[in-house]
């Protein structure tokens, strides 16, 4: 068990013991509302952890790293960006997903650009946030996430 | 009216639930036929898979329990009230830390920035707020830790804070300006 295991368990066990000192009450309903969502995320768990033992398994190193490795330029990074976009899952899911990739050739700069794109725009979610933000605000903060995702990315990629 | 909206909020979870199941069972069954047709890939695939579960379900629980702790204590008018009226300096910062509390899917941020611009908060906060909400997550970041490691998770971090934070700022300009050229044409 890795040092990270370790420290996330032991953030949840103290802040739940010091929500029990301060509400016993809401503390039992915080560990319902864990466990609904614990068993709410699972099938998706498992399906993400098939995608990533099918991508490892069977599609070559080279190939992926050929479309989204290192020399692959602004267009893999392009497109990872925009399959980010459109992919509905929840975010905590996204990071094993790009750990997998990360591990079979892909650049951190299109690891760096699907994580952020993942998170911060929805293409699903855009006409609801029409509908609450108005079209103007809603378009400018998904067009202009989309440009911060890839800078962020290229200076990630530079630095790492 | 509030238990009518639980009722129909569970009814959507047991139908996502659903979907994500049949989806689950396509994808199992397209790897089973895989694995059977090509079984020298049946060690790395199920070595690979195996390794990850193990990652995840170290980690999750204790994610989904710090994620069930910040639902039940914070209150999400907790975000209305204090955002409403700050700016400056420190409205951008509360912006932030107020976006990365709550838990949820972003789509559940939308009404609160609604009703955010309805009292006239500023622009910048309110997409602050948002951009917090989708990427800026305690429990979130934990994950990151996890599976990408701290230099990625902290560059990242920082990074984003630094790039909203000048997003909000063109995207309130934006907003500004083109009322501003709007009104003028009215008023001609």
């Known amino acids: 068990m890795d040092a990270t295991v370790i420290v996330i368990n032991t953030i949840a066990i103290i802040s739940f013991l010091i929500a029990l000192l301060k509400d016993k009450e809401k503390a039992k309903k915080s560990l319902l509302v864990a466990g609904k969502s614990f068993i709410r995320i699972l099938p998706m768990m498992f399906i993400i952890i098939i995608v990533i033992g099918l991508l490892l398994g069977f599609v070559p190193p080279e190939q992926i790293s050929k479309f989204i490795g290192k020399q692959s330029g602004i267009w893999g990074v392009l497109l990872v960006g925009i399959v980010g976009t459109f992919m509905f899952i929840p975010a905590l899911l996204s990071f094993p997903l790009a750990a997998s990739l990360l591990e079979s050739g892909a650049s951190v700069t299109a690891v760096a650009a699907f994580i952020t794109t993942l998170t911060m725009i929805g293409v699903v979610t855009l006409p609801l946030e029409i509908k609450e933000l108005g079209k103007k605000m809603a378009l400018l903060r998904n067009g202009l996430s989309f440009v911060i995702a890839i800078i962020i990315a290229f200076i990630m990629g530079a630095i790492l | ?188």
């Not at chain 2, 639930?17 to 069972?25: C, P």
């Not at chain 2, 009703?115 to 602050?128: E, M, P, V």
């Not at chain 2, 501003?180 to 001609?188: F, H, I, P, R």
């Open chain 2, 1 to 188: 009216m509030k238990r009518q909206e639980k009722q129909k909020d569970e009814r959507k979870a047991k139908k996502g639930i659903i979907r994500d199941l049949i989806i689950l069972g396509i994808f199992l069954a397209i790897t089973v036929i895989l694995l059977i047709e090509f079984p020298d890939k049946r060690e790395p695939v199920i070595a690979t898979s195996w390794d990850f579960f193990l990652e995840m379900i170290l980690i999750l629980p204790a994610v989904m329990v710090l994620l069930g702790l910040f639902a039940v204590f914070v209150p999400k008018n907790m975000v209305v009230k204090y955002l409403g009226k700050t700016s400056g300096i420190k409205g951008i910062f509360l912006a932030i830390l107020i976006g990365a509390l709550p838990t949820g899917p972003l789509y559940i941020a939308f009404p609160i920035a609604a009703t955010l611009l309805k009292k006239g908060a500023r622009i910048s906060n309110i997409i602050l707020f948002l951009s917090a909400w989708a990427c800026i997550k305690i429990p979130q970041e934990l994950v990151e830790l996890q599976f990408l490691g701290l230099q990625f998770m902290v560059t990242r971090l920082i990074l984003t804070v630094i790039f909203v934070i000048i997003m909000a700022l063109i995207i309130e300009w934006i907003m500004k300006w083109s009322e501003n050229k709007g009104g003028v044409k009215n008023a001609v």
